[in-house]
């Protein structure tokens, strides 16, 4: 299961390369959903798709670096049976995580989710929900 992990960067942090000396020391790939840097830190968020103990290996040694780690246990979910894939919500979604398929079909790829919760209200017939687990 791929989990999503938000990693929050103090200003003194920012400056350092602490994401590449991650990927090099753990050999995991990474994939960046989001990230945004200011002067008062910075915040980027990852998905890993790996073994849950290698998952766990990666948070330690952010922490060990100093940068604040919090793992997003949030779902959004497309119920397929409300959906009568009008495509108000496809415009709407920054990352793609919305999208329709060769038939016109709108799906959900969740993995590239960011939990911005701009969908959720423009479906007509409330068929994007977000949960917490
Ligand atoms: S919450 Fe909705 S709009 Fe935001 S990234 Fe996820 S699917 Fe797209
Ligand atoms: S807005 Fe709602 S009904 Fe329309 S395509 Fe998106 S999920 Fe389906």
Same mark, same amino acid.
């Given at each position: 299961m791929t989990r999503k992990i938000l990693l929050r960067y103090s200003p003194q942090k920012t400056t350092e390369p602490i994401l590449a000396s991650v990927i090099k020391e753990t050999g995991l790939l990474l994939n960046i959903l989001y990230a945004e840097f200011g002067t008062r830190g910075g915040e980027i968020l990852i998905a890993?798709? %790996?073994?849950?103990?290698?998952? @766990?290996?990666?948070?330690? !040694?952010? #922490?060990?670096?100093?940068?604040?780690?919090?793992?997003i246990k949030r779902a959004i979910q497309l119920d397929r049976d409300s959906c009568f894939d009008c495509g108000?919500?496809?415009?709407?979604?920054?990352?793609? %995580?919305?999208?329709?398929?060769? @038939?016109?079909t709108v799906e !959900?790829? #969740?993995d590239k989710c960011i939990y911005c919760e701009l969908c959720v209200p423009s479906c007509p017939v409330r068929a994007l929900k977000l949960s917490e687990f």
């Open positions: 890993i798709d %790996a073994p849950d103990k290698d998952v @766990d290996n990666a948070i330690e !040694l952010f #922490e060990r670096k100093g940068v604040e780690v919090r793992e108000a919500c496809l415009s709407l979604c920054p990352t793609g %995580a919305l999208y329709t398929t060769d @038939d016109k !959900l790829d #969740e």
